[in-house]
């Protein structure tokens, strides 16, 4: 019993060893700058939950619809439940397996069958219990089981990915509905003023005080804006199936609530620091978990080239005569151990181990090139955000002056001093103008959602 016990010591003393790789995380150039004015991950939007950046109720219940829903996030939550578990039973194989036996037997044997093979007849019972231990002398056991929990934590990353890309295009559509809804208002509000045009261009043609050339380019500009409304109508149909496929459900009546023009979004927004970008966006941090799990995947390989210690023992009761096994004359117990090692594979061991080196190369490189994307998609949004900022209030004031050049070439053509072709152009000026404002609105605020995903706030 002392050497048994002394030689479980001394395995546990030299299971202390773990062979592999450690991971170190990449020194990154683009980690030195600093985007916006963010001080601190406090100042970032990204510290806003989804329902505090958006005050559309209407929006914010279009997302927590997605998010109880989607099928697609419910697939990712599965597996991450999977993982979890399959490391809890990765973790559980550096502890003693303890089984029981319960068995009994009876055998016969005749004497010629006696004589011939030393058979006899034999009737035993027996009860036992054993317990197998796998001493982690290299740190095969413990290499599994970190690869298991980063695995694990890769995959709750990408599930918090896969919900802030959701919440992300729950919010774009959700935008781009409103942008064609205001693009319908557009057209219902131009086509009623042209058929009021065409009204009284018609009479005056049929009194002869125009030509007729007047009535037909009014006619064609009436039937110019009918044309934009079923095809504004048609997209909204596919936004809106596009939203109830994105909520879980098959169809139903999207609620509007604030318009593009009344949505109430902070105007200046500080972006945040590229270090606390690491450890913030989900697929930066996936990605990096999965390399992690790879190199641990690598000492497991080495490991293998190892020998591995196995320790058994059995405590239990046998006897011929089943009311005679709980005699304490039918005692048995064991202690053994074995140590088993490769000698010659003609290399396998060795390539396994090159195979998995290569993999964690491959992984390092994606995880690189994970950041490289955060850092540019960051640079491109805050552009976004800015230049389409300035963009739109560009083209409001060019609604303004269309407006007033519309006005005033009515005015102009009524009282006989100029063509009605400047009255067409500056009603398709005005048109145009309308419709660029409500797109570039429509763009700004999906700018501020990607820039939002981009610094993987929203989970």
Same mark, same amino acid.
């Given at each position: 019993?002392?050497?048994?016990?002394?030689?479980?010591?001394?395995?546990?003393?030299?299971?202390? #060893?773990?062979?592999?790789?450690?991971?170190?995380?990449?020194?990154?150039?683009?980690?030195?700058?600093?985007?916006?004015?963010?001080?601190?991950?406090?100042?970032?939007?990204?510290?806003?939950?989804?329902?505090?950046?958006?005050?559309?109720?209407?929006?914010?219940?279009?997302?927590?619809?997605?998010?109880?829903?989607?099928?697609?996030?419910?697939?990712?939550?599965?597996?991450?439940?999977?993982?979890?578990?399959?490391?809890?039973?990765?973790?559980?194989?550096?502890?003693?397996?303890?089984?029981?036996?319960?068995?009994?037997?009876?055998?016969? +044997?005749?004497?010629?069958?006696?004589?011939? /093979?030393?058979?006899?007849?034999?009737?035993?019972?027996?009860?036992?219990?054993? =317990?197998?231990?796998?001493?982690?002398?290299?740190?095969?056991?413990?290499?599994?089981?970190?690869?298991?929990?980063?695995?694990?934590?890769?995959?709750?990353?990408?599930?918090?990915?896969?919900?802030?890309?959701?919440?992300?295009?729950? +919010?774009?559509?959700?935008?781009?509905?409103?942008?064609?809804?205001?693009?319908? +208002?557009?057209?219902?509000?131009?086509?009623?003023?042209?058929?009021?045009?065409?009204?009284?261009?018609?009479?005056?043609?049929?009194?002869?005080?125009?030509?007729?050339?007047?009535?037909?380019?009014?006619?064609?500009?009436?039937?110019?804006?009918?044309?934009?409304?079923?095809?504004?109508?048609?997209?909204?149909?596919?936004?809106?199936?596009?939203?109830?496929?994105? #909520?879980?459900?098959?169809?139903?009546?999207?609620?509007?609530?604030?318009?593009?023009?009344?949505?109430?979004?902070?105007?200046?927004?500080? +972006?945040?620091?590229?270090?606390?970008?690491?450890?913030?966006?989900?697929?930066?941090?996936?990605?990096?978990?999965?390399?992690?799990?790879?190199?641990?995947?690598?000492?497991?390989?080495?490991?293998?080239?190892?020998?591995?210690?196995?320790?058994?023992?059995?405590?239990? =009761?046998?006897?011929?005569?089943?009311?005679?096994?709980?005699?304490?004359?039918?005692?048995?117990?064991?202690?053994?151990?074995?140590?088993?090692?490769?000698? /010659?594979?003609?290399?396998?061991?060795?390539?396994?181990?090159?195979?998995?080196?290569?993999?964690?190369?491959?992984?390092?490189?994606?995880?690189?090139?994970?950041?490289?994307?955060? /850092?540019?998609?960051?640079?491109?949004?805050?552009?976004?955000?800015?230049?389409?900022?300035?963009?739109?209030?560009?083209?409001?004031?060019?609604?303004?002056?269309?407006?007033?050049?519309?006005?005033?070439?009515?005015?102009?053509?009524?009282?006989?001093?100029?063509?009605?072709?400047?009255?067409?152009?500056?009603?398709?000026?005005?048109?145009?103008?309308?419709?660029?404002?409500?797109?570039?609105?429509?763009?700004?605020?999906?700018?501020?959602?990607?820039?939002?995903?981009?610094?993987?706030?929203?989970?």
């Amino acid at each position: 019993m002392k050497k048994g016990i002394a030689l479980i010591m001394v395995a546990l003393i030299w299971s202390a #060893c773990k062979v592999g790789p450690s991971y170190e995380r990449p020194k990154l150039a683009e980690t030195k700058k600093e985007y916006g004015q963010a001080k601190s991950a406090s100042d970032s939007i990204s510290a806003l939950k989804w329902f505090e950046l958006y005050k559309d109720e209407a929006l914010n219940s279009l997302i927590q619809m997605a998010l109880d829903s989607n099928r697609n996030l419910k697939i990712a939550i599965a597996k991450v439940e999977e993982s979890k578990a399959a490391a809890a039973i990765v973790r559980s194989n550096l502890l003693p397996q303890l089984n029981y036996n319960l068995g009994a037997r009876s055998s016969g +044997a005749g004497t010629n069958a006696q004589r011939s /093979f030393a058979a006899q007849d034999v009737n035993t019972f027996q009860t036992a219990a054993t =317990l197998n231990w796998e001493i982690d002398l290299f740190g095969k056991i413990r290499n599994s089981k970190d690869a298991a929990i980063n695995e694990y934590l890769s995959r709750e990353e990408v599930r918090k990915n896969v919900q802030v890309s959701l919440i992300a295009e729950v +919010a774009s559509n959700y935008f781009l509905l409103r942008d064609l809804d205001n693009r319908l +208002a557009i057209a219902e509000r131009t086509i009623q003023s042209r058929e009021e045009s065409y009204r009284i261009i018609s009479e005056r043609f049929s009194k002869g005080y125009i030509a007729e050339i007047d009535k037909l380019q009014a006619q064609a500009q009436l039937n110019f804006a009918q044309a934009i409304k079923p095809n504004i109508q048609r997209q909204i149909v596919v936004i809106e199936n596009n939203l109830n496929v994105l #909520c879980g459900r098959s169809a139903g009546t999207i609620a509007r609530g604030k318009t593009n023009f009344e949505q109430s979004l902070p105007p200046t927004i500080p +972006a945040g620091l590229p270090s606390q970008l690491l450890d913030r966006r989900p697929d930066v941090k996936a990605a990096e978990f999965a390399v992690n799990a790879q190199y641990s995947r690598v000492g497991v390989a080495v490991a293998n080239r190892l020998p591995t210690l196995n320790l058994t023992a059995a405590l239990g =009761l046998a006897s011929p005569e089943l009311s005679s096994v709980l005699n304490s004359n039918s005692l048995y117990n064991g202690v053994g151990g074995s140590l088993v090692g490769p000698i /010659f594979a003609f290399g396998q061991n060795k390539r396994r181990v090159d195979v998995e080196r290569k993999r964690a190369e491959q992984l390092l490189l994606q995880y690189e090139q994970v950041v490289l994307v955060a /850092f540019a998609e960051v640079e491109s949004t805050l552009g976004q955000v800015n230049y389409l900022g300035v963009e739109y209030e560009a083209r409001k004031k060019q609604v303004e002056a269309t407006t007033r050049a519309l006005e005033l070439s009515n005015q102009r053509y009524n009282t006989g001093y100029t063509s009605y072709l400047e009255v067409l152009i500056q009603e398709t000026n005005l048109l145009d103008a309308e419709l660029q404002e409500s797109s570039v609105l429509q763009q700004k605020h999906n700018a501020l959602v990607n820039l939002y995903k981009a610094l993987g706030g929203g989970w």
